[in-house]
């Protein structure tokens, strides 16, 4: 995802310099050109060499170092002005003062200060030093010079307090990086509304109705906009997946919950996709309390919750486009076209659940889009790709 993208990854002193070893290791294996500076505080958390070994590029961390292999260009400018992108990661306060003040006496902020690229910030710090007005204020400051601010995870720190100031994971601050540059950015200016998941209808307070759903579908398109540069929204229900970097989640629980933040939503974006697997029907009743056991058998009764789809299609604006999904396990393709008419769609995603590779849970989908102008079948590929693949068909449309 990489491939070609030159990224400068500056580690300034804080006991979370540890996970950028991951960090590099990541991006290597995503075949980026990653290099590494680090101020000389960093360098008593975690070595040069750690970095150089995973990079198999020369790490820096003093303003005077020279390449060998280049005496023209030195590295204290050439390693900013050559980046696609930089991530500083862990920023002390220190740093993050330097960067805000335009000072230079140091490899970290001295290769900042001529870069061109996008540069991500990611603090990292005692949650009081982070909470300091100073901070704030100098963080504030970078951010209206256009540097991209990573706010910190909220936990136990390594200072003994807890709150926020910790470094967010290796692979998170990976998704940051890869919505920077990963992608060609052919979804920026439009707005997209996914929805993702299962439905849960309580029956009462300890048994409710679901599906397999795990989302991982929903989720993937959500990612795919956000990489392509799309603003997103996502309606999940509840799954245990994390939310894609730069993705707007709201969280929903019933059909009904569904329904409403995605009418709230629907009219304000561009293009809508309905991955969920909203519940069809609901308990009438809902117990206050836990049902006890009867000995004879019992029924619940169920009433029909509200079509979304169909609800948010028979509103579609004019340049909107609403895509649906459609789940079978016979008749595909008839039952799925179905869909296409009486939803007021412009493509049905249609996937079978007995084909292999493909459905819930899984990583992986075979669906083949049905527009009215025809069907497209897709291979066996992974949700990402699939999800990219309907992204294409819909900007084609
Ligand atoms: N859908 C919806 N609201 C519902 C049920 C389904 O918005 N109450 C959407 C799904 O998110 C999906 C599409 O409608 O995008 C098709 O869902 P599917 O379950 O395959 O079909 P249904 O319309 O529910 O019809 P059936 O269950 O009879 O196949």
């Not at 290791?25 to 960093?42: F, G, P, R």
């Not at 579908?217 to 999940?236: D, F, H, N, P, Q």
């Not at 989640?249 to 933040?261: F, G, L, P, S």
Request: aromatic share 4%.
């Amino acid at each position: 995802m990489l491939k070609g993208k030159n990224i400068l990854l500056c580690v300034s002193g804080g006991i979370a310099a540890y996970k950028m070893a991951d960090v590099a290791s990541i991006l290597y294996k995503l075949e980026a050109d990653v290099h590494v500076c680090m101020t000389k505080n960093a360098e008593k958390f975690i070595t040069a060499e750690t970095f150089s070994v995973l990079t198999k590029n020369k790490v820096y961390s003093d303003v005077f170092d020279e390449n060998p292999d280049d005496y023209v260009n030195v590295p204290h400018i050439s390693l900013g002005t050559n980046a696609d992108l930089i991530l500083v990661a862990p920023a002390s306060a220190d740093i993050i003062g330097k960067l805000a003040g335009g000072i230079a006496d140091d490899m970290v902020s001295t290769v900042v200060l001529p870069a061109r690229c996008p540069i991500l910030i990611a603090p990292s710090m005692n949650v009081y030093m982070y909470e300091n007005r100073i901070v704030q204020d100098n963080l504030k400051k970078l951010k209206n010079f256009g540097f991209k601010i990573i706010e910190p995870a909220t936990g136990h720190l390594a200072c003994g307090y807890d709150g926020k100031g910790k470094l967010p994971s290796p692979e998170a601050l990976v998704e940051e990086i890869l919505l920077e540059v990963s992608s060609e950015k052919d979804l920026a200016g439009k707005k997209i509304l996914v929805n993702a998941g299962p439905t849960c209808e309580s029956i009462d307070p300890v048994r409710f109705i679901t599906n397999h759903s795990s989302g991982k579908m929903g989720y993937a398109l959500a990612k795919a906009a956000a990489l392509r540069g799309g603003e997103v929204t996502l309606v999940s229900g509840p799954v245990s997946l994390d939310t894609p970097a730069g993705v707007r989640r709201i969280d929903v629980v019933t059909a009904q919950d569904m329904y409403e933040a995605m009418t709230e939503n629907a009219p304000d974006n561009d293009i809508i996709i309905m991955a969920a697997a909203v519940a069809d029907y609901t308990p009438v009743n809902t117990a206050d309390q836990k049902i006890k056991k009867s000995d004879g058998d019992m029924q619940i009764e169920l009433k029909r919750t509200n079509d979304i789809l169909k609800t948010v299609g028979a509103s579609k604006k004019k340049n909107q486009k609403i895509i649906g999904f459609s789940m079978e396990t016979e008749n595909l393709l008839e039952n799925s076209r179905k869909k296409l008419d009486s939803k007021n769609c412009d493509m049905i995603c249609a996937n079978s659940l007995r084909t292999p590779g493909a459905g819930y849970q899984v990583d992986t989908n075979i669906i083949t889009l049905i527009t009215k102008e025809g069907n497209t079948e897709l291979p066996l590929m992974s949700k990402l790709e699939a999800a990219n693949k309907i992204f294409d068909h819909i900007l084609e449309m």
